[in-house]
């Protein structure tokens, strides 16, 4: 049975992973890993899991086979390089980094020791967008995340909120970009308002809006193809539409959340691909091209 470590125990793992893992039990030996020890065994108690570490060094001394990384951002690269060093492969919340040359340069780390880095692009596993990603003949994509009044500076906004947003639009194209144009519009305290981003392809265009200030709190994708069009709206409603016409797809009453959002579809692929020794459910150019674009937009 493999070992798979889980480091950080905050509010992501809680709602999105553990929940998941504890269903899993009966095929993989999870490591809770985490220097809060009431944390360590409250979740431990509640879900079953019977491994609970303080610290990396105690988890890497278990030898897990890969490791499941939900500490803050600013950790993340420092983890992520002591866990590829000791022969772990990784899974970890976006972003990896905000840094581009630190992404690119964990990537090749993970890429000369044979082990995966996945990055947890939940989204691209949702089952609506993947039928938006099915579509033919793709012409327009546009996708919009919006916040009823958010407050957070540019960067946190950027690469904790947008990144979804830019993530997501990439993913649905079929095609290699040929330009992108961004722009930040400030709120007047300072803090991220608006973001715009306009990406082409030979064929395709792809519009990109977050808003912090929108009224509402809405994530929506539409696809505008050769001969249909197509809307997901927050992960749990797809729309087709046709002339005077349009048909509306939700899932059954008892579907799971996390199904429906992509957290339990993408952890069965990292574990899997562990397991078979097989190929990075998540990309890891497309990666590194999503956490790119999101930083040329604070660039310039």
């Not at 993340?76 to 390089?81: D, G, R, S, V």
């Not at 992404?103 to 609506?128: E, I, K, M, W």
Request: aromatic letters at 6%; glycine letters at 6%.
């Amino acid at each position: 049975m493999l070992k798979i470590g889980v480091i950080g125990l905050g509010k992501i793992a809680q709602k999105a992973y553990l929940p998941v893992m504890a269903a899993m039990q009966d095929q993989y030996e999870f490591h809770l890993t985490t220097r809060n020890s009431e944390k360590r065994a409250r979740l431990a108690a509640m879900y079953g899991f019977t491994h609970t570490h303080a610290t990396v060094d105690e988890l890497i001394a278990a030898q897990p086979d890969a490791a499941f990384v939900h500490t803050p951002t600013a950790t993340h690269a420092a983890i992520i390089k002591q866990l590829l060093l000791a022969g772990i492969n990784v899974y970890v919340d976006k972003p990896v980094a905000t840094d581009i040359a630190t992404v690119q340069s964990l990537y090749d780390l993970a890429a000369a020791r044979h082990l995966l880095l996945t990055c947890g692009f939940n989204r691209r596993f949702a089952p609506l967008n993947q039928q938006l990603k099915a579509l033919p003949d793709k012409r327009l994509i546009v996708s919009e995340k919006v916040r009823e009044n958010g407050q957070q500076d540019a960067e946190t906004a950027v690469f904790d909120l947008m990144i979804h947003t830019v993530d997501t639009g990439l993913y649905l194209l079929d095609e290699p970009l040929v330009a992108t144009h961004g722009r930040l519009v400030p709120q007047a305290d300072g803090n991220f308002g608006q973001g715009y981003v306009t990406v082409e392809t030979a064929h395709q265009q792809l519009q990109l809006v977050t808003d912090m200030q929108g009224g509402v709190n809405l994530e929506q994708t539409t696809v505008q193809a050769l001969t249909t069009r197509a809307t997901v709206t927050d992960l749990q409603t797809l729309t087709r539409y046709q002339t005077a016409a349009h048909q509306t797809q939700t899932f059954p009453d008892w579907e799971p959340t996390l199904e429906k959002r992509g957290f339990a579809p993408l952890i069965r692929a990292f574990l899997q691909a562990v397991q078979t020794h097989g190929i990075n459910p998540v990309d890891p150019t497309s990666v590194i091209t999503s956490h790119a674009v999101c930083r040329h937009l604070l660039s310039d």
